[in-house]
């Protein structure tokens, strides 16, 4: 994966850190800036260079002016145009290209999102440039560290294009602070592209809890929990004891315990909080792809010997139908 060996001078490196442009694509929704979508900024960071942030939808003025205020952004493209707002990649493409092309950006950066997945290989695949998804670490401007095999193994790689269309893993990026920069703001090119494709409807789970994704605690429940109702009864008063988000195993979403954006793993949302508590689930890799990152990891599983344990930093051995509500009750007083 790494087709040249040997360290590049430092001060080669800093030369080409001056000509370095990132493009940070940032994400809104309903006029509000994802603050997950800042940690593109973070990126763009490490890499050294100048930053221009990329943000586009119907009444973008509020957004891009946020925008302008985050830290380390020096320039601000906004897009003004209703066609942009929910980020369908498929009219959002021509869009960023044409504005990669006017800027003439060396680095495009974009969250490992469902937004970033959607728009990203189109983008690379407009610029024939090699797709470098869910980044975890920067090693230089060409060279990226990604996991692989959920998880089990860590690819370093080297990407030789003008353009680097890159993803990052959201967890290995915080935001970049959100005040403190005073970028300017500038139009940009649409190509308002005729697509086939045409935003219908969503349906989006509205819940009070924190955002999985981004919450600081997570309680999360597996296929040991039986049912829907019992899912509801034992793990959302200990989600509401603690202040956390509710996440799930695949099986648990599967069976109809919990919906399925509360997933958790390789196919599901990848979370990183300050404590990580599960109950009733066993430690598939699929889900420790999601999970392991976690700062403390507390598990309760009936079995000694379920492969939760192997991870957890604190283990509970019982029946998470007497020990979960026993906790909850604890952690009320
Ligand atoms: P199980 O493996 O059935 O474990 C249930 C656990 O509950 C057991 O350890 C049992 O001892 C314990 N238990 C039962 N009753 C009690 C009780 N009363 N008290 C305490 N403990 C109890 N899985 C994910 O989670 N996320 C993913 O994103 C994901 N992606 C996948 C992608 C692919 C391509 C594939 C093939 C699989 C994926 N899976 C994923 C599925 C994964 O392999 C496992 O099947 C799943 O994680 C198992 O969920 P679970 O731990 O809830 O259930």
Known sequence: LRPRAGPTPVASLSALARLLSSLAVLEQREGKLLGGSLGTVTAAQKLGGSITAFIAGGNIKAVAEEAAKVAGVEKVIAIDNVAYDKGLPENYAPLLVENIKKGGFTHIIAGHTAFGKGLMPRVAALLDSQQISDITAIEDEKTFVRPVYAGNAIATVESSDDIKIITIRGTAFPAAAAEGGSATLEDGVDPKSETSTEWVSENLAKSDRPDLATASKVVSGGRGLKSKEEFDR?????????????????AAVDSGYADNSLQVGQTGKVVAPQLYLCAGISGAIQHLAGM???????????????????????????DLFEKVPELTKKLKK
């Open 234 to 250: 034992v793990m959302l008063p200990l989600a509401d004891a603690l202040g956390a988000a509710v996440g799930a195993s695949r």
């Open 292 to 318: 392991k990152d976690s700062k403390v990891i507390a598990a309760i599983n009936k079995d000694p010997d379920a492969p939760i344990f192997q991870v957890a930093d604190v283990g509970l051995v019982g």
